[in-house]
């Protein structure tokens, strides 16, 4: 074949272009999200041209502001209807702007504000050569142990990209409940990943199982992403399209118009099914639910504290919001095939959390094993296909993610000469020696278990009551008797804290700065006005409760 007769063919087939459209954007509904990534590029500016001295006070201002603007633009959004009346589909079909999408979002901003203030806490560990020293590696490409962490710790030099790094997190996890195509949410879960992975690896102390933490993390994000990412391309062969509203038509047999070149996949079911399973796979593994939990407990324990706490809250919410989506926007046609799957995952997890957490001894692996109890409480909610269903899931990810932060924050107090004190045994008698810390952690102990007059109990009857409406009545006999069982843990801490003998050699207790202290306060408040009124937060989750298409 003549080279001519190549070129003639890869000329003739295309049509002339007249003229490209440019994108409509609407940045104004994209505000919270284009604020908190604006706010990390600056932040990335600082750590180029401020002087290193300045550097801690300039990004903790540039990280508090952003994500107090940014949630300002959400409330702004929502009080002028974009939560019921005006919801729409933004930026070119590409991100949806609803109710579910703005209290998530909501959600993740307020979540991210109080993980800052426990990122910036520099009092918790003694003074190092006369500088204070925060949660964070002073140089992150230092060998551990090596001379150059020692000349690194003896500069005084801090570890300030964790601020950029946390914000570049969360405008991925804005971005990807609010994803109304797959494409969007892929990048989304990526652009939150990433800093996720490198945020694990910056412990000051304990580096080598902190990196160790953060490979793991990799390695299974990887694969789970690789997993989403093929569900992504068989789902496109399956529709022709990776909208959510056109792969929903298809799935519901409404589209009469078939693209030609997929004439022979569009409405293969085979690629539908196994496209759906792997991006659930994706989104479930980072829930956190069983069997695509293996990562979380050696992760939570590995991470420095305050990531463990941003993570375990943030990450949840926007995974959650994204679960939410795809099967009530995209797959309710294929209800009656993914209940059944969800129902075994919601079991598994929920038992599976809750008896795994028993035999824990390390307070952050405990922590762990309850939120991936928690994961499946929140499945229920799910399963439960209605819109008290969507409500119900709304508010527990809001009441959760509050007292997960305080929890994590409390953690960082108890202190030894290496560090932070997590193993159980170092908490017993914390009751006697620091009464306040321990009531602190004992309301959080209880905002888990689901005690009457806390957020956790609210949180858990708006899901079981969405699941038994919904007709999953047995879920809800199992999310009860993991209650009990998950009970019995949480007790198990505050019997230790109140009623044991502390110990001569004993961790202590240390003075926070006021960063911590809000972060622990806005916990205790959250959980107990959840606990205690809730009934505003339900109404509000119940006006965001719909999805746009």
Not at 102 to 116: D, M, P, R
Not at 181 to 206: H, N, Q
Not at 269 to 298: E, Q, R, S
Not at 469 to 497: D, K, N, P, T
Request: include cysteine; proline fraction near 4%; charge should be neutral.
């Amino acid at each position: 074949m003549s080279a001519t007769a190549v070129h003639s063919l890869w000329t003739v087939a295309a049509e002339p272009i007249d003229k490209i459209d440019a994108p409509k954007i609407e940045y104004g509904q994209l505000a919270p999200t284009l604020i908190v990534i604006g706010a990390a590029v600056i932040g990335v500016l600082i750590e180029a041209f401020v002087p290193r001295k300045s550097r801690y006070h300039a990004q903790l201002f540039v990280s508090v502001v952003a994500l107090a603007a940014a949630f300002a633009a959400v409330v702004a959004l929502a009080s002028g209807g974009y939560g019921t009346t005006k919801a729409r589909i933004a930026a070119m079909g590409a991100i949806a702007v609803d109710g579910p999408a703005l209290f998530l979002q909501g959600t993740i901003l307020l979540a991210g504000l109080v993980a800052i203030f426990t990122f910036a806490e520099r009092r918790l560990d003694p003074e190092a050569h006369g500088n204070r020293v925060d949660s964070f590696v002073a140089q992150a490409g230092a060998v551990p142990g090596g001379a150059g962490e020692q000349a690194a710790v003896k500069a005084g030099f801090t570890t300030t990209e964790v601020f950029p790094l946390a914000l570049f997190a969360i405008g991925g996890m804005l971005v990807f409940p609010a994803a109304n195509d797959l494409l969007t949410l892929f990048i989304a879960l990526e652009v939150f990943s990433l800093p996720l992975y490198l945020l694990c690896a910056l412990a000051r102390r304990k580096r080598l199982m902190s990196q160790e933490a953060a490979v793991k993390y990799f390695l299974l994000g990887a694969f789970a992403s690789a997993f989403t990412l093929f569900g992504i391309a068989l789902i496109y062969g399956y529709a022709g399209s990776v909208s959510y509203g056109t792969i929903a038509d298809v799935v519901d047999g409404t589209v009469k118009t078939v693209d030609p070149a997929l004439a022979n996949t569009m409405g293969n079911d085979a690629l539908l099914l196994i496209g759906a399973a792997m991006i659930l796979m994706g989104l479930l593994f980072k829930v956190g639910a069983v069997p695509f939990h293996m990562w979380t407990p050696d992760v939570y324990q590995g991470a420095p504290t305050p990531v463990t706490g941003f993570m375990a809250a943030a990450t949840k919410v926007a995974a959650f919001g994204a679960l939410l989506r795809l099967l009530y926007v995209v797959l309710p046609g294929l209800r009656w095939d993914w209940r059944p799957v969800m129902w075994g995952v919601a079991i598994i997890t929920m038992l599976g959390g809750a008896i795994v957490a028993i035999t824990q001894t390390d307070i952050k692996r405990l922590l762990a094993y309850s939120s991936i109890a928690h994961a499946g409480f929140i499945l229920a909610g799910v399963i439960a296909t209605t819109e008290e269903g969507v409500s119900s899931v709304l508010f527990y990810l809001g009441a959760y993610s509050f007292v997960t932060i305080g929890a994590f924050a409390v953690v960082t107090l108890v202190r030894d000469a290496g560090g932070e004190a997590t193993h159980l045994s170092k908490w017993a008698g914390l009751g006697r020696r620091s009464p306040l810390v321990a009531a602190v952690f004992a309301v959080f102990l209880l905002a888990f278990a689901g005690i009457p007059l806390t957020s956790g109990f609210s949180g858990k009857f708006a899901v079981f009551k969405a699941a038994a409406e919904g007709g999953a009545g047995a879920l809800v006999v199992v999310g009860v008797i993991s209650s009990a069982i998950a009970a019995f843990f949480y007790i198990r801490v505050i019997v230790l804290m109140f009623f044991s003998e502390p110990k001569a050699d004993g961790p202590s207790v240390a003075v926070p700065s006021p960063l911590t202290t809000a972060a622990i306060g806005i916990g205790v408040a959250v959980t107990l006005v959840l606990g205690v009124a809730p009934q505003y937060f339900l109404d509000l989750a119940n006006q965001a409760g719909v999805f746009v298409r």
